[in-house]
């Protein structure tokens, strides 16, 4: 029988996150070449960074948990100092599990110095049913900055009929440039996410948000309205800040209008991972 310092002890130790992982990566200039200035990492969130043949370094996360559940911790940092260009995604799309009580959180921080470029291309963020998630984007762009910034989330795996009917997911993207706001955008679903997104948004099983800052974004707007899709729409917040969000009936669909978009505004071909 445990008594009552084992029954703290098995609390405290309840309360602890299932999975904890931080990551630090900063690039320099050097040679001509963007290379990797400083590098951290710890538990289970790992950053590979593969060779490639595009101008830019390309990092890899890999969060070898296998997901995101109640009480999970991960925080990551991601800076592209003047004249380099970073490519950030994903090894494979992350999965926010059922969890019961407790909260998963991941915390990302983009950092674009004058004269830098920062893509933020990671694959679908995929929410289960019961899970409980919330994710916090802050990115400081400094004046003369660019940056891709793509977000695409699934509402469940609908190739296998599943449907969200208790999911509490909380989304904070704060884009800023030199210190004002530029982009700032949330979403709180909460419940029957699926019998909402049936009710106001024609059933739609995924859905992607892209800002493009970059001083071509104006020019390439009249492109990216010929590539949208019934349920998309593309706006210049500023003569060089474009915004489109899409709306598909899956992930499949999702990609196949997000995948020609991306190549429009980006320089560099798209990862690999994202055609696997």
């Known amino acids: 029988m445990l008594d009552a310092t084992d029954v703290q002890k098995t609390r405290q130790s309840a309360a602890q996150p299932r999975a904890r992982g931080t990551a630090h990566v900063s690039v320099k200039a050097f040679g001509g070449r963007t290379v990797l200035d400083d590098l951290h990492q710890a538990g289970s969130l790992k950053v590979v ?30 800076e592209a100092r003047c004249d380099t260009a970073l490519t950030v995604t ?18 990302t921080t983009l950092r674009v110095a ?18 409980h998630f919330a994710r916090q984007m802050t990115v400081d762009v400094e004046e003369g ?18 449907t969200l009917g ?13 210190g004002a706001p530029l982009f700032h955008d949330a979403m709180t679903l909460n419940g029957e996410v699926t019998a909402h997104m049936a009710r106001t948004a024609h059933g739609a099983g ?11 974004a104006e020019a390439h707007l009249p492109k990216i309205r010929t590539l949208l899709p019934r349920l998309g729409g593309a706006s210049l917040l500023q003569p060089d800040v474009l915004h489109v969000r899409l709306l598909a009936q899956d992930s499949f669909v999702l990609r196949q209008n997000l995948i020609p978009i991306l190549d429009v505004l980006n320089t560099d071909p798209l990862p690999r991972a994202w055609m696997i």
């Open 90 to 107: 994903t090894q494979a799309a992350e999965r926010a599990y059922a969890a019961k009580n407790e909260v998963g959180r991941l915390t």
């Open 166 to 178: 208790n999911v509490a997911f909380r989304d904070t993207v704060k884009i800023n440039r030199n």
């Open 114 to 131: 004058a004269g830098g470029t920062l893509n933020w291309l990671p694959q679908e963020t995929i929410l289960f049913e019961a899970s």
């Open 49 to 78: 960074f593969p060779r490639t043949t595009g101008a830019s370094l390309q990092a890899v996360t890999v969060n070898t948990a296998g997901g995101i559940t109640g009480g999970d911790q991960f925080s990551a940092t991601f």
């Open 206 to 216: 995924a859905f992607a948000s892209v800002v493009c800052v970059a001083p071509d």
């Open 145 to 162: 900055g660019k940056l891709l910034f793509v977000e695409p989330l699934v509402f469940g795996r609908t190739a296998h009929g599943e």
